[in-house]
């Protein structure tokens, strides 16, 4: 770990929310360091890009799909992403956190590892491959220095920085080749082009890497290597650690054999053929090998810090046997001991082939099942001779609801036939706060719910006296609430006001009730005889349709009779100067709403106040006033 204190960056809070604790590494094009995430209360790991590569708008993008890539794929052997922010000049990604150590730091540590430790640790590194394959994108950078090994001894795959769809891999710069050159498929030095097959390649000299402890193709300068990708085979592993069987070289050989037809066709084809032969290893295949070679079989001894797996070549079938033992062993018998010896041998290999399927026949837990159907998952361990049981759900940020989150034994793991295999399935991914949508379109909400990670389920519609038509009422959960974004949020919108039943009820109340809702009132007056005066006739539209604010609505009132009929004498009728109406309430209108329905209404208007264009204050608010008497209101902000 780099210990350096003097970062800039440590002890800083980066967009208000990932607060730098200490320096991890620092690279060419980035630094990483631990971070913790306030609003989570996590650990997480950041990749800060340098500052300097900024303003290179490729690189950003470059750096940015990393994210992108990453963040699609969701398997237990990938590190996951989370976010991907932009703080001032700081561009940065939002990992995470693997405590433990890389697969290089192992590999420098032991030296070498023996043929079955090897293939098992590259069983996950090609799952996880293979998911990014199944997904249609290229790491373009597999090495032991991306391959991350957890306290636990889970295998994590990260750095997809480089990632790309596999139709766009090609070089992001003319000239420029991107990825590691000791790991270079002879495609990629020659035109920069890559696709599945160039992953598997990295694959295979990083199998050949972890069985001798050195890259086949070394040279004193990158183009030097380079050179020998495209102009030399990698030689079998055996022909540097003596005992290694001819199945594990033939994995590597294939691999990377400059023939991208040749090759496993993707990561998921050599993460098959590489179990097929890590399962036909006696399990304490690494022991015996270097039991041998310290025993004095003639064997070179493993490198100082070495350690590898041996086995005594004598013990095992004749497909192991180095063949100048075999030919030498043979050619020294003669006549009936010939025969003897053949049938020695003949039944040595039928007595191995027998004890090999059945009490040394095993299983693996495949990786595939991780992430799959838990109903799907057991018929597959169930039709592999294993028992299944199901532990209780538990949430997953990798693993959707219903999927296996992790199984006992881990994906990858050998079991014996009848053994049992314990699946917990997620229950979706880790509960957060559901946002705020109230008084957005359809459309907004669905866009901010989706950008926190929520999906939108139900809608439905309700009238409101208060939201406009076809925007969100409300949501369920309700905003702040916390739910699995697995889980779909119900989202409810407005169908507008609902047009209440006026006809029969005095007009002047009719008409001010109408107004408080934001509606523009025509008053039609019509004398019909029979009826009330100054009560409404008809109205338009009718009783429960759906209106919004500023929508224009008819109320025909009936008119007053204003002549009496008395014999010789006729009257005018009383306009009523004394005749109190309702106030309508404009409060939190605009003032020129306001002071437009309020005349209509049939009053004066004062309006104070100190600026601002809303009505916070109005006196009388609600009631009964004379008509004509005078209504104050006070904006404001």
């Not at 009330?532 to 008819?554: A, F, K, L, M």
């Not at 009257?571 to 329905?597: H, L, Q, S, W, Y």
């Amino acid at each position: 770990m780099d210990t350096t204190v003097a970062d800039p960056l440590v002890g800083k809070v980066l967009d208000g929310r990932y607060r730098i604790e200490s320096r991890v590494a620092r690279g060419g094009m980035s630094t990483v360091y631990v971070a913790r995430d306030l609003r989570l209360d996590r650990i997480v790991a950041i990749k800060v890009m340098h500052a300097g590569l900024a303003s290179d708008e490729d690189f950003v993008a470059r750096f940015i799909g990393e994210a992108k890539a990453a963040a699609a794929l969701s398997h237990p052997n990938v590190v996951a992403v989370y976010d991907q922010r932009t703080d001032g000049e700081h561009v940065f990604l939002v990992m995470e956190y693997v405590a433990g150590r890389t697969l290089r730091d192992a590999l420098t540590s032991i030296g070498r590892f023996g043929p079955r430790a090897a293939l098992e640790t590259m069983q996950p590194v090609l799952a996880a491959l293979g998911a990014a394959h199944r997904a249609g994108l290229v790491h373009r950078d597999v090495k032991p220095e991306n391959v991350l090994i957890t306290e636990d001894g889970q295998v994590k795959v990260a750095d997809f920085g480089l990632a790309r769809a596999e139709t766009a891999s090609k070089m992001t710069k003319t000239g420029m080749i991107i990825g590691t050159v000791g790991y270079l498929a002879p495609e990629q030095v020659l035109s920069g082009n890559a696709d599945v097959r160039s992953d598997v390649y990295a694959a295979g000299i990083m199998l050949f890497e972890l069985l001798t402890g050195h890259l086949p193709h070394q040279g004193d300068t990158p183009l030097a290597v380079a050179y020998k990708h495209v102009n030399e085979t990698v030689p079998p592993p055996s022909s540097v650690v003596p005992g290694i069987p001819r199945r594990v070289d033939d994995l590597v050989t294939d691999a990377t054999s400059h023939d991208p037809s040749r090759r496993p066709q993707d990561a998921n084809q050599f993460h098959a053929e590489v179990s097929e032969v890590f399962g036909g290893l006696p399990r304490d295949f690494d022991r015996r090998l270097e039991e041998s070679s310290r025993g004095g079989t003639g064997l070179p001894h493993p490198p100082a810090q070495g350690h590898t797996a041996v086995l005594d070549p004598r013990t095992m079938p004749a497909e192991y046997v180095p063949p100048t033992r075999t030919d030498r062993a043979i050619g020294a018998l003669t006549g009936r001991y010939v025969l003897v010896a053949i049938g020695a041998i003949a039944a040595l290999i039928l007595g191995w082939a027998v004890w090999y399927q059945t009490s040394g026949q095993y299983e693996h837990v495949p990786s595939s099942i991780i992430g799959m159907k838990v109903a799907d998952a057991r018929d597959q361990l169930e039709s592999g001779g294993l028992e299944v049981r199901t532990a209780k759900a538990v949430y997953d940020d990798r693993v959707h609801k219903g999927g296996v989150a992790k199984s006992d034994p881990p994906a990858g793991a050998r079991v014996a036939k009848g053994q049992t295999v314990t699946l917990t399935p997620s229950r979706g991914i880790t509960p957060r706060e559901v946002p705020d949508v109230e008084g957005k379109s359809l459309a907004d909400a669905r866009k901010t719910l989706e950008d926190k990670g929520f999906t939108v389920g139900r809608t439905s519609t309700s009238p409101s006296q208060t939201v406009a038509k076809d925007r969100v009422i409300g949501t369920d959960p309700e905003p702040g609430e916390k739910q699995s974004p697995d889980d779909p949020v119900a989202v409810v919108v407005s169908s507008g006001m609902s047009m209440p039943d006026l006809v029969g009820q005095n007009g002047d109340a009719a008409a001010n009730q109408l107004r408080s809702m934001g509606l523009n009132v025509n008053v039609q007056k019509k004398q019909v005889a029979g009826k009330e005066p100054n009560t409404v006739i008809s109205q338009t539209p009718s009783e429960g349709t759906g209106v919004s604010r500023g929508d224009e609505v008819t109320l025909v009132v009936n008119k007053r009779d204003c002549i009496v009929d008395a014999g010789p004498f006729q009257f005018g009728c009383d306009d009523g100067g004394d005749e109190r109406i309702p106030v309508p309430d404009m409060t939190n209108r605009t003032v020129g709403e306001a002071r437009k329905a309020l005349k209509e209404s049939g009053f004066k208007v004062n309006v104070t106040g100190f600026g601002g264009d809303r009505v916070r204050f109005q006196s009388p608010s609600s009631g009964e006033a004379p008509r004509g008497s005078t209504v104050t209101i006070v904006r404001g902000p």
